[in-house]
């Protein structure tokens, strides 16, 4: 079975500077997808950023970038200019690929690392 | 923003009783979810579904049943709720596995059984 890893429940940050928060995954499949969800006080969970394995190419969205190393099995996300709206739970998430097969795009989730933004 | 609905948002109840938790979608979707969310688990999937009666089991799926009879509606059941099932509980769509389509959340239902 896949597992992801948050190994940081707790992170800070000072507003305008840059955080990263990391995530590691394993699974022995080639095509998967990466997801990192945030999750305000609000309960709402909301996508930040995906990837798709096959990519080499990094993916970005705005001040959100992650650094994916397909080797290392890691997924880190990297917040630029940190504003106090970004304060939140960050979840990172796994799906197998595939259109067909049996995943039925179930998610695998870390365990979700708390986000402080200090003004 | 999606449209799931997920109802109660909150409800409080006993040891031993029977609740139902509803999901609602306007979105046409066909796949759709059932997590929960537990403080050092992240979400963990229950139930989920591929289409009209067609539902299968997640990673924690003991002492929840589901239904699907609608392709809007999809109901997770607590037949004999237990303290351990207090939990937030999440509602989550997705119209294909195609590529690194998302899945949507609902809002949440915050789950209390004493």
């Known amino acids: 079975a896949q597992t992801v890893t948050q190994s940081q429940p707790e992170m800070s940050v000072q507003e305008a500077e840059t955080v990263t928060l990391s995530c590691t995954y394993d699974t022995s499949e080639s095509d998967y997808y990466l997801f990192w969800y945030k999750q305000p006080p609000s309960r709402q969970m909301i996508l930040v950023i995906r990837q798709e394995a096959y990519k080499q190419q990094n993916a970005t969205e705005n001040r959100f970038s992650v650094n994916f190393q397909k080797a290392a099995k890691s997924f880190s996300l990297k917040i630029s200019d940190s504003q106090l709206g970004d304060a939140a739970m960050y979840f990172c998430?796994?799906?197998?690929?595939?259109?067909?097969?049996?995943?039925?795009?179930?998610?695998?989730f870390g365990q979700g690392t708390i986000l402080t933004v200090h003004p | 923003d999606a449209g799931i609905t997920q109802s109660p948002r909150h409800k409080v109840t006993e040891t031993g009783t029977p609740v139902t938790l509803r999901c609602h979608q306007t979105?046409?979707?066909?796949?759709m979810y059932w997590y929960r969310q537990d403080p050092g688990h992240g979400l963990r999937l229950i139930h989920y579904s591929y289409g009209v009666k067609d539902t299968d089991k997640g990673e924690v799926s003991d002492g929840y049943s589901v239904s699907r009879s609608k392709t809007e509606d999809f109901l997770l059941t607590l037949e004999s709720a237990t303290s351990s099932q207090t939990s937030v509980y999440f509602c989550?769509?997705?119209?294909?596995?195609?590529?690194?389509?998302?899945?949507?959340f609902g809002d949440g239902t915050r789950l209390s059984i004493l």
């Open positions: 979105e046409n979707h066909r796949y």
């Open positions: 998430a796994y799906r197998e690929g595939g259109a067909g097969g049996t995943s039925y795009g179930k998610l695998t």
């Open positions: 989550a769509i997705s119209a294909t596995m195609e590529r690194a389509q998302p899945q949507h």
